[in-house]
């Protein structure tokens, strides 16, 4: 049965996270180690001020004086060698975790289905996939930071204590004035952070639409108007960015001002103390530099609350991802080895959402083994929906499609789709090299095995003829080669897979006729190897199919 996580309404549980800390528990230990050396040396400072005041400067003890600076020397260079230690395991734990948590974020990317990543906009899905690594910041922080600033505020009380416990009192009452403050404007906050998020989503998607379509741009010389639209999801951006800040500025001032009136009663009770002689001038001096250590962890939990707002919408819009159910790549068996490659469509009906009309609705077909079928009709009957439903890429709400008799639902996806390849109109090829992009599923593939496939695809002049034969970089999504030439490039990887269902959408809409004539003679020979399914506006081009289906009468029907 597929695993699926809590609804993204409760995102996704921190246990996720917890899995990959786990395994780092030995460097979180020498990292909290090397925390600890240095907060302790930290605490020496203030009773060398003490001992300095209170013991040397009256007395003039200069040899003393010496000693205690050869301390405080060796005792910073301890201090600054532990800080760089510590800093260069944090870096080294925060990118394993990222590769770690990376991977397993992308992995599940890859196994969800079609329907997932018409959700939403590229840009939206690339934010959410952001919130990775301000979940991950939050429990490095809180499995090393925060606890280390519970037992330091404990320890710091305690020592405070050992000083004064009029002034530790003074010190106290800020704790849960400022413990109220961000109670109170955390629900404030959390709201602002959702909106925030919103807002940058919106722009990165309108950002990366844009550069996506920049020849469509320039074609209708629309900069003008994307231009005024790109401003616009900027400008609602920057002014959620504004609230938030606002918010957090002022919820850090506030909080500034009960440490200011910490600092302000210590230095009066205090001095009444030293005026009573309850306390020594050098005892006031060490208590406020101890005092003012022990904002620092209560500074860390205030920062604690905010980013636990931020966990809380991170969580959520990482939920989006996380808790969609996966395909079942593993969970089922792989197609049979020996399948004869007959396809078949029975009674199924498919809609791209649940409150749209279906575009096949009970379509019932059979396509021959080892024939060449076309596949015909006007635009938007479902021809190429047709496609993706035979390769599994798309699941049936009705019905189902077979091969070889075996129903597909039931078999691995990965399985099905090197056995029935759909390559679309306009394919898709990868930034690297025209051999990268051919070998992307057949890494052992030969040079000759590649020409084969590329004969096949009418495409072996156009790869010999360039200065770098295969070896030529096709640039991003394979801009650097013309639409032609692409869908030849990905006609070829998929003949280099050897399926037992080869379906092709428009094979041959952007070929000349020289090139087009080629293609069609090498598609009818792949006859003797698979069963060929053709898409076309075109059925004169193949005048030596076997059967035609016309999805244009309403009801998909074959002619021989």
């Known amino acids: 049965m597929t695993k699926r996580l809590p609804s993204a309404d409760q995102g996704v549980p921190l246990s996720w996270f917890a899995t990959t800390l786990r395994k780092h528990i030995p460097l979180y230990a020498e990292l909290t180690f090397l925390a600890v050396c240095v907060r302790m040396i930290g605490l020496l400072e203030p009773f060398v001020f003490q001992v300095v005041i209170d013991r040397i400067l009256p007395f003039q003890r200069e040899a003393s004086l010496i000693v205690v600076v050869v301390v405080m020397v060796g005792a910073n260079l301890f201090q600054v060698s532990f800080n760089l230690l510590a800093a260069f395991l944090g870096i080294s734990v925060a990118n394993r975790l990222t590769l770690e948590l990376g991977t397993r974020l992308f992995d599940h990317l890859f196994r969800l289905p079609l329907r997932h990543f018409r959700r939403w906009p590229v840009g939206e899905t690339l934010s959410r996939i952001g919130e990775t690594d301000t979940i991950r910041a939050f429990l490095v922080g809180l499995t090393t930071g925060a606890s280390l600033d519970l ?215 059979v396509i021959p083994p080892n024939s060449c079928t076309l596949v015909v009709g006007p635009s ?98 394979g801009n650097a080669l013309s639409g032609g030439q692409r869908q030849r490039i990905a006609i070829a990887r998929a003949v280099l897979q050897n399926p037992s269902v080869l379906i092709l959408d428009e094979p041959t809409s952007a070929l000349d006729e020289v090139a087009q004539g080629r293609m069609v003679g090498e598609l009818m020979r792949l006859r003797e190897k698979m069963t060929v399914i053709v898409i076309t506006h075109r059925p004169d081009v193949f005048s030596q199919r076997d059967h035609i289906i016309d999805f244009g009468t309403g009801v998909a029907h074959a002619d021989a």
């Open 151 to 365: 037992f330091f505020t404990v320890l710091y009380v305690a020592v405070l204590l050992s000083i004064s416990g009029q002034l530790t009192v003074v010190v106290a009452v800020a704790l849960p004035l400022q413990a109220v403050l961000y109670l109170g404007f955390g629900p404030v906050l959390r709201k602002r952070l959702r909106a925030q998020f919103d807002a940058g989503s919106r722009h990165q998607a309108r950002l990366v639409e844009n550069l996506s379509g920049m020849t469509a741009v320039k074609a209708l010389t629309a900069e003008g108007a994307m231009l005024s639209r790109l401003r616009q999801t900027l400008s609602h951006t920057l002014q959620a960015s504004r609230r938030v800040y606002t918010m957090n500025a002022v919820s850090g001032q506030l909080a500034m001002l009960c440490e200011k009136g910490v600092f302000i009663g210590v230095i009066y009770v205090g001095a009444q103390q030293v005026f009573a002689g309850d306390l020594t001038l050098g005892q006031l001096i060490a208590f406020q530099l101890i005092a003012e250590k022990i904002a620092a962890p209560i500074a860390g939990f205030s920062k604690l609350w905010q980013d636990w707002q931020n966990l809380r919408v991170s969580r959520q819009r990482l939920g989006d991802i996380l808790s969609s159910t996966r395909e079942p790549f593993g969970e089922k068996n792989r197609l049979p080895a020996e399948l004869e490659p007959r396809l078949e469509f029975r009674s199924v009906s498919f809609a791209y959402a649940v409150d749209q009309r279906p575009v096949l609705d009970g379509v019932d077909l």
């Open 380 to 477: 938007g009957v479902g021809k190429s929906t047709f496609g993706r439903l035979a390769a599994g890429l798309e699941v049936p709400q009705g019905g189902t499609v077979r091969l070889g008799g075996e129903d597909l639902s039931e078999f691995e996806p990965e399985s099905v789709r090197s056995r029935i390849i759909y390559v679309p109109q306009d394919p898709y090829l990868f930034s690297g090299t025209l051999r990268e992009n051919l070998q992307l599923r057949c890494a052992e593939a030969t040079d000759a095995m590649l020409r084969e496939a590329l004969v096949v695809a009418a495409a072996d002049d156009l790869v010999y003829r360039l200065p770098l034969g295969l070896d030529t970089p096709v640039g991003e999504q």
